[in-house]
């Protein structure tokens, strides 16, 4: 069993800075991609940033500039700066990965989910 756990939202004011994390437990042989998204109250789930194992990133266009994702493989941990935030980030942001459980399958990669950390950014 894989789980994602999300933690570090919260409050902060316009133009502040939260650094949301999710570390992957269970069982785990390796974790290619792993991503952030977020959705906003009424509107669909959007994605926000991926990072994969060998460090490469990708942002969306709305947080380029403002977002960092990096991650630290030896604790399966994802992790997102998110700086001269506003309050359109206002959001549940949920963490996303590809994962592969055993070593004796290591080419099959299933989709995993957290449960998703608040960011909510006042004007």
């Known amino acids: 069993q894989v789980q994602l756990v999300e933690s570090g939202g919260g409050l902060v004011q316009a133009g502040g800075s939260l650094r949301p994390s999710c570390v992957a437990s269970?069982?785990?042989?390796?974790?290619?991609?792993m991503r952030w998204y977020r959705q906003a109250p009424g509107k669909q789930r959007e994605f926000v940033a991926t990072?994969?194992?060998?460090?490469?990133?990708n942002y969306a266009d709305s947080v380029k500039g403002r977002f960092t994702i990096s991650r630290d493989n030896a604790k399966n941990t994802v992790y997102l700066q998110m700086n001269s935030l506003k309050p359109e980030d206002t959001a549940v942001y949920y963490c996303?990965?590809?994962?592969?459980?055993?070593?004796?399958?290591?080419?099959?990669?299933?989709?995993?989910w957290g449960r998703g950390t608040q960011v909510t950014v006042s004007s």
């Open positions: 269970g069982s785990i042989f390796s974790i290619n991609a």
């Open positions: 990072i994969n194992m060998f460090g490469s990133t």
């Open positions: 996303n990965a590809d994962i592969s459980p055993y070593k004796s399958t290591w080419y099959q990669t299933y989709d995993y």
